[in-house]
């Protein structure tokens, strides 16, 4: 009993962590996003999100997980594309890399919070935090590098397209 009651309490830490994370991504103005900054660049490894498909085939199974915004209609959905402009894919590109990064916050903060707890409960807070976080991370990876070939596919460079042009998709929450 006393290790069921244990469990929900770090579930309900770990859920606390993601709600946490996840507001201040939304509050984060998307100006403070940029594809080529070095956290969001593709590594050569990566084969422009290609080693994805090849290996774990994020193509069959990347619809079927929940977006945040199947839950939350002001947020910019990412589940599919619902236009061709430049400015929305350039938009949809800057989303994959608020994505990412809160993904990547809530693994992090995960492990930090793990730390002052036994190896058994820090190993499953860790487990839970990956599983749950990085199909989503891999998905970004592999979505944006293919957004980024569209864009330069239609000639358009990167730089014509500012952010005080784009639609505000994210309203204050």
């Given at each position: 009993?006393?290790?069921s009651l244990l469990l929900i309490h770090h579930l309900v830490v770990f859920l606390i962590i993601s709600i946490v994370n996840t507001i201040i991504s939304i509050k984060l103005p998307i100006s403070f996003f940029h594809y080529?900054?070095?956290f969001f660049r593709g590594w050569g490894w990566e084969k422009n999100g290609q080693i994805y498909q090849d290996y774990i085939g994020v193509k069959k199974w990347k619809n079927r997980l929940p977006e945040l915004s199947d839950f939350l209609s002001f947020l910019f959905t990412k589940r599919q594309m619902k236009q061709s402009g430049?400015?929305?894919l350039y938009r949809f590109v800057l989303?994959?890399?608020r994505a990412e990064?809160?993904?990547w916050s809530i693994i992090i903060c995960s492990f930090i919070y793990a730390q002052r707890h036994y190896?058994?409960?820090?190993?499953?807070i860790i487990v839970i935090a990956v599983a749950l976080n990085l199909p989503y991370i891999i998905i970004q990876r592999y979505n944006r590098p293919r957004i980024l070939r569209?864009?330069?596919n239609k000639?358009?460079?990167?730089?014509?397209?500012?952010?005080?042009?784009?639609?505000?998709?994210h309203k204050d929450v």
């Open positions: 009993m006393m290790h080529d900054n070095w430049s400015e929305y989303e994959t890399c990064l809160v993904h190896a058994n409960v820090s190993i499953v569209l864009l330069v000639k358009t460079t990167i730089k014509q397209v500012t952010i005080n042009d784009l639609t505000t998709i």
